[in-house]
């Protein structure tokens, strides 16, 4: 079982950036796809980004596309989200998600995304 630690929400203006991180325990995370989705108050679970276990690959919901980046590093068992011009909408926990298959932190198969951190409070507001 993976233990998913995120960090980096907070507080910010629209148009601003923010950069979320999670620190992953297992031991195979290199063999992992890593993935974030977020839930807004009164809303479902969205997928967000996911990347494959070596990042070449990458997938994001077409709300963030251009927007947001998802990278990895494999050697600190960390990946991130990177969050650019961020808009009130985004207000949102984000959760980091994991699992051995990409398609399911997409969300294409399953219904949970894979294991989920305790999730970092994102909140877009001036």
């Known amino acids: 079982q993976v233990q998913l630690v995120e960090s980096g929400g907070g507080l910010v203006q629209p148009g601003g950036s923010l950069t979320l991180a999670c620190a992953a325990s297992a031991r195979t995370f290199k063999e992992l796809a890593m993935g974030w989705i977020r839930q807004a108050p009164g809303k479902e679970r969205e997928f967000v980004a996911a990347i494959s276990w070596s990042g070449a690959m990458a997938f994001y919901a077409d709300s963030v596309r251009g927007r947001f980046t998802i990278s990895r590093d494999n050697a600190k068992n960390t990946v991130y989200l990177q969050m650019n011009n961020l808009k009130p909408d985004d207000t949102a926990v984000y959760y980091c998600?994991?699992?051995?298959?990409?398609?399911?932190?997409?969300?294409?198969?399953?219904?949970?995304?894979?294991?989920w951190g305790q999730g970092t409070q994102v909140t877009v507001s001036s």
């Open positions: 998600t994991a699992d051995t298959s990409l398609r399911r932190v997409q969300g294409l198969i399953g219904s949970d995304f894979g294991s």
